[in-house]
């Protein structure tokens, strides 16, 4: 399957590409999704796998299945207070 994914925010600039097309496998959840993005970014690694990812426009798991054809969006999240 294809999906498109684009780095939301600064992330873009650390990664060097605003968005990426994968070919994933049929099963492709979140999670696998994350791992990929971590071994192609390595030095982004961290961030990468604290990242919100967001799927056709819906809030996901891990777990989430995708889909071919599939838009993610990849945001970290921030905290403060």
């Given at each position: 399957m294809q999906v498109r994914v684009r780095f939301f925010s600064y992330l873009g600039g650390?990664?060097?590409a605003q968005q990426v097309e994968?070919?994933?496998p049929e099963a492709a959840t979140?999670?696998?999704?994350?791992?990929r993005l971590q071994e192609m970014y390595p030095e982004r690694a961290v961030l990468l796998a604290?990242?919100?990812f967001i799927a056709d426009r819906k809030s996901t798991t891990p777990e989430t299945a995708l889909t071919d054809g599939a838009q993610i969006l990849v945001l970290l999240?921030?905290?403060g207070g």
């Open positions: 650390l990664i060097g994968l070919s994933l979140v999670a696998g999704l994350s791992q604290q990242a919100v999240s921030l905290g």
